[in-house]
């Protein structure tokens, strides 16, 4: 039986953690710091509820969808059509969500890091085209 080389994807279950782990980390910490400096009680409970995890499901959402414009060959070629639509998809995702939930006064901190979770994966993460490889 003949043993098939298939060409990796960039796109696996170790890269989302790589992407994911970072994407509340950071956001989350880095407000958190703000608020304590700043003396803002606010700030710091809003740091690892909806800045982080807004960040992070923005960056879960574009890691889904760069996978599958990978997998279906969409956009292959333009990374910066390919980012700017999944900026805005996710901020218009931010968006709907909050209100859905009615939280206005939580619509900056969830939209800002809707934006900033999806505009650092998708800037980051490569879309490989398969077509020129050999199998």
Same mark, same amino acid.
Not at 21 to 33: E, G, K, T, W
Not at 73 to 84: A, D, E, F, V
Not at 92 to 109: A, D, H, K, Q, W
């Given at each position: 039986? =003949?043993?098939?080389?298939y060409p %990796?994807s960039a #796109?696996n279950?170790?890269?989302?953690? #790589?992407a994911?782990?970072?994407?509340y980390?950071f956001? *989350?910490?880095?407000s !958190? +710091?703000?608020?304590f400096?700043?003396q803002?009680?606010?700030l710091?409970m *809003? $740091?690892y509820?909806?800045i982080? &995890?807004?960040?992070?499901?923005?960056?879960?959402?574009? !890691? +889904? /969808?760069?996978?599958?414009f990978? %997998?279906?060959?969409?956009l @292959?070629?333009n990374k910066l059509t390919r $980012? &700017?639509? /999944?900026?805005?998809?996710m901020?218009?995702?931010? @968006?709907?969500c909050?209100?859905i939930l009615?939280?206005p006064?939580e619509r900056?901190n969830i +939209?800002?890091?809707a !934006? &900033?979770g *999806? *505009?650092?994966l998708?800037i980051r993460?490569?879309? =490989?085209?398969?077509?020129?490889?050999?199998?």
């Amino acid at each position: 039986m =003949k043993k098939r080389n298939y060409p %990796s994807s960039a #796109f696996n279950l170790r890269s989302l953690v #790589f992407a994911a782990v970072p994407a509340y980390v950071f956001p *989350a910490s880095m407000s !958190f +710091i703000s608020g304590f400096l700043l003396q803002k009680r606010e700030l710091m409970m *809003a $740091s690892y509820t909806t800045i982080g &995890l807004s960040s992070l499901l923005s960056t879960i959402f574009s !890691f +889904i /969808i760069l996978w599958q414009f990978e %997998s279906r060959k969409i956009l @292959m070629q333009n990374k910066l059509t390919r $980012s &700017l639509l /999944i900026i805005l998809l996710m901020i218009s995702l931010g @968006m709907t969500c909050t209100s859905i939930l009615n939280v206005p006064s939580e619509r900056f901190n969830i +939209i800002f890091s809707a !934006f &900033l979770g *999806a *505009a650092i994966l998708t800037i980051r993460q490569h879309v =490989k085209n398969y077509k020129d490889e050999k199998i």
